[in-house]
């Protein structure tokens, strides 16, 4: 028993029928039945119960309480002449014999009624953050993401995995998005930047001699909003291990990581060990897309050839791409909506034919198929839609199509599991689209497939370095990319080598990267490791589409946390304080 209630509003059963109780929450509705009776919905974290009021003196203290005022009820439970099996608590009823309001709502309207929150407009929604996440629905998610934290970290220490927290503030570091930097109040001039990730920190923790380290870690990066990216700050699972390979990685994740989809997922059928690895260029090739949806049983094809010559200018020796729907029944106007919605993510057009019920191809751009040839490239039963895209965006095309078409096409896609995939051998480096120079594809400090000798012939020119392969690999469930990680280049030789390529030598190394490089030179194991992002994770546990639904207090999608303020002015005092010039106008 506590001071304010005897009993949560989700406790009550009929066992309790007869008991003098004290529940404490908010007042979510008032039904009011005739001059001295009405029901009242008293609302805490853990669910409803009903009052009944049934006497003038109670009614006129509930007609003075605002809805969702925080209010104590004392009174006899009894049984309910009719019971509301949806509920918990559907079998009893409190009639009260006080009532003290706690905390008052001094507004007689609400932004949005809070059980429908989520239909309200999210500019609301994010300023009374504090209202919608009244709504059950919507603290649901939070909940799901304090268990799946929780089920993680028991996980990793399970695995022999030691909890260790980096630093905050630290140095600021290339590592591809931009930093949120802090000034340095004792150093002029100078700065912190926020960790986007904990990368540099758990490599040297492996070097200091710890095996097995993970943390669930903040990251921050200055990045736009996506569906499925948060402005500002996320989370992820850190991991890294010492004397590790890329497999060693993948036997952890495999492990941990079912068990805890198929539990709190929406859907409780996960992939199992060992996932199904997928080469980064064929993962391209077979399925448009680095994220591939395993759901979705579609694949792309390469048909350049079907258009050699052709009199349809737009595909004529081109590369050409296209995806074959059997027993696909859409209209010939849902096929040209989703081929639009198609163009628009992708930034190409899709073009289409039909295999009819006779055999015959027809609609779209039939007359330009010769069906001998097409027969010999894709499989041509009757009712087989075909999708075609063309030119330097038709991977891009077809990825975006496997996805779009996928789900609609009835019995294409097995939606109610989790399939989680590897993706392996990516790139270690590109041409830079601004610069036109070789660059680092992803992360510089991976080790390259085949290590310092195939680095040197890179260097001699017996081989092109676009073809050099690091031991770098995603993580991708359900066509969403939850990590990247890999195995790590601890070997300053080996490091410089791959620096050099794209034109940067030691010295640059050690300007750099000053820590990790001499750390290194101080014998450093071999090392690898992964970090999966919690908010994606809990995303597609929920089974939400947008990443805000399952964070407690997000940004918008300018990275404005419209309820705090922030970003905000700052007075003069704290500007010179900090040895900081504001120059320009101001938006404001």
Not at 259 to 273: H, L, N, V
Not at 299 to 311: D, H, K, M, Q, R
Request: charged share 25%.
């Amino acid at each position: 028993m506590s001071q304010y209630r005897t009993h949560t509003c989700g406790e009550l059963r009929a066992a309790d029928a007869g008991k003098i109780v004290t529940l404490a929450g908010w007042m979510e509705n008032v039904r009011e039945v005739g001059n001295n009776f009405a029901f009242v919905v008293l609302r805490d974290f853990y669910g409803t119960t009903q009052i009944v009021v049934d006497s003038a003196e109670m009614m006129k203290t509930v007609k003075g309480i605002n809805k969702e005022s925080t209010i104590a009820v004392t009174g006899t439970v009894r049984l309910r002449e009719s019971p509301n099996t949806k509920l918990a608590t559907g079998e009893i009823e409190v009639v009260p014999e006080k009532i003290e309001i706690l905390g008052r709502c001094r507004y007689n309207e609400l932004p949005f009624e809070i059980n429908r929150s989520r239909e309200a407009d999210e500019s609301a929604r994010l300023k009374y953050r504090y209202l919608d996440l009244r709504n059950p629905a919507v603290k649901n998610n939070i909940i799901l993401r304090c268990n799946v934290v929780a089920a993680l970290r028991r996980a990793m220490m399970d695995h022999g995995f030691l909890e260790i927290t980096t630093p905050i503030l630290t140095a600021s570091s290339p590592e591809g998005a931009r930093d949120y930097l802090v000034p340095a109040r004792k150093h002029p001039g100078k700065f912190y930047a926020l960790p986007q990730a904990p990368q540099q920190f758990k490599q040297l923790l492996m070097t200091s001699g710890f095996d097995r380290y993970f943390q669930i870690a903040p990251c921050f990066r200055d990045e736009d909003a996506r569906g499925d990216r948060s402005p500002g700050e996320f989370y992820q699972l850190d991991m890294e291990m010492a004397f590790a390979s890329q497999e060693d990685v993948f036997a952890v994740c495999e492990d941990v990581l079912p068990p805890i989809f198929a539990k709190f997922g929406t859907y409780d059928i996960a992939s199992q060990p060992p996932f199904r690895r997928i080469k980064y260029l064929d993962a391209l090739e077979i399925y448009g897309s680095d994220k591939p949806d395993l759901r979705i049983d579609l694949t792309a094809t390469n048909v350049s050839s079907l258009f050699e010559g052709s009199s349809f200018e737009v595909l004529a020796d081109k590369t050409v791409k296209a995806v074959a729907i059997s027993n696909c029944s859409l209209t010939r106007k849902q096929i040209d909506k989703l081929l639009t919605d198609c163009e628009v993510q992708a930034g190409a057009k899709g073009y289409w034919f039909k295999v009819d019920e006779k055999g015959d191809l027809a609609g779209g751009i039939a007359k330009f198929v010769d069906k001998e040839e097409a027969a010999k490239l894709l499989p041509l039963e009757p009712n087989t839609l075909v999708l075609v895209a063309g030119g330097e965006l038709a991977t891009k095309l077809v990825g975006v199509m496997i996805k779009t078409f996928g789900p609609a096409c009835e019995g294409h896609m097995d939606k109610e599991r989790y399939e989680f995939c590897w993706i392996v051998d990516f790139p270690m480096y590109e041409i830079g689209d601004e610069s036109g120079d070789l660059e680092f594809c992803h992360n510089p400090f991976s080790m390259p497939a085949g290590g310092l000798e195939v680095l040197l012939k890179a260097e001699r020119g017996e081989i092109d370095p676009l073809t050099i392969t690091a031991d770098q690999y995603d993580l991708v469930c359900n066509g969403v990319e939850l990590s990247s990680g890999a195995v790590r280049n601890h070997d300053p030789e080996i490091m410089i080598k791959a620096f050099e390529l794209v034109r940067l030598g030691e010295e640059d190394v050690k300007a750099k990267f000053p820590a990790m490089y001499n750390a290194f030179c101080y014998g450093a194991p071999p090392h690898a490791g992964i970090a999966p992002g919690v908010d994606r994770m809990v995303m597609l546990l929920a089974g939400e589409s947008s990443i805000r639904e399952i964070i407690p207090f997000p940004m918008n999608k300018n990275a404005q946390d419209v309820m705090m303020g922030a970003p905000s002015t700052v007075e003069q005092k704290q500007l010179d304080e900090l040895h900081i010039a504001l120059v320009g106008e101001l938006e404001e």
